[in-house]
Structures are given as C-alpha cells and as structure tokens.
C-alpha cells in the first residue's frame, strides 16, 4: 500500500479529561448526503477507547506546515503529542489551530474488523486556515502537493482559503 498516495491527518479526543489522538492515513468522505466521515484506527488504542467512550471525536487534516505532528503523533506517550501543539477547542474536541482543515464530528456508528475500528462520524463544524498545501504520504516519505491550478515548481505553501459546503468557520487568534 506504500505505493498508494494518502492525505495524512491527526484524529483526537478526550480520555479522563485530557486529549488524546493519534496520526492517520486512513480518513475519507462517507457520504454527501448526510456529509460524513470514516476512519479507521487501532482498535487497541487509547483514541479509539476514548472516541467510543465519548461519542465525539475531531480531524485535523495536516498540511505540509504541520509535517512535523505526523511523526509526533504516530507514537510515544499520549501527554508528550500535545506538548506545544496550539489547540482550538471545538464543541468539547481538541482540534489542531494551524490544520489545513478541521472537523469536530459526532460518531453515528463503529466497525470493528481484524486490529482496526472503522469509525463513522458526522461532522457538526469545519474549520479552515486559508492553506491549500496538503501533506501526503507516498513511497513511506512526506510530500506536498501543489495547489490546485498552479504548477509544482510555483507552489507556495499559502495561499487562499479552501471552501467547503459544511459550516466552514476561521478560528480567531484567541
């Protein structure tokens, strides 16, 4: 699946009271009607115990400035993977700030199968920041992609906001 490029992203919520999250590949659009999400996470994990446990759950979609919470968040201790990481509370969800886009979504329904819980998810409000360089995982290395309409080789890893036909809110400097 190394040869399969996916956007990469940090799913997050909250266990006894303190965030937890890990790093994901394995995010996509559910539906459009209603809007929805899937993901699929460790089924042994401290995320999905508290995404089940709490019925809530937050997407942080990374882009190429965010590379270094790729890593961070695929393993350690859960305490260390916030350290430093400006967060935008959503709805009772810890969001990343500085994500291409943000997702505070209510779980409908999981999924259990082999070491993975498929978990399906409406979200209640997006957020964005005006980026359009999404990360993306290929070949086991990071890239960026260009935004859309521009060649590779002028791409600048900001530009204008990305719109979403879901509630689509910037996050104040708060």
């Known amino acids: ?50 995404v089940r446990a709490s019925g809530r759950f937050g997407i942080s979609i990374l882009d190429w400035a965010r590379q270094d919470l790729c890593s961070r968040f695929a393993g350690g201790a859960q305490r260390d993977r916030f350290t430093g990481v400006d967060l935008l509370g959503a709805e009772d969800v810890p969001l990343v700030r500085d994500s291409l886009h943000a997702l505070a979504c209510t779980v409908q329904k999981t999924f259990a199968w082999s070491d993975h819980t498929l ?35 002028e791409a600048a890893p900001d530009s204008s906001l990305a719109r979403s036909s879901l509630r689509l809110d910037t996050p104040s400097a708060s």
């Open 119 to 153: 978990v399906l998810g409406l979200p209640s409000r997006i957020y964005g920041t005006g980026r359009e360089t999404p990360l993306v995982l290929h070949g086991r290395a990071l890239h960026r992609l260009p935004r859309a309409g521009v060649d590779a080789s």
């Open 1 to 50: 699946m190394a040869s399969w490029p996916t956007g990469v992203a940090v799913v997050t919520s909250t266990w006894q009271g303190n965030p937890v999250g890990c790093t994901v590949n394995s995010l996509m659009s559910w539906s459009v009607d209603p809007p929805s999400v899937a993901v699929a996470l460790n089924s042994a994990g401290r995320t999905v115990q508290a």
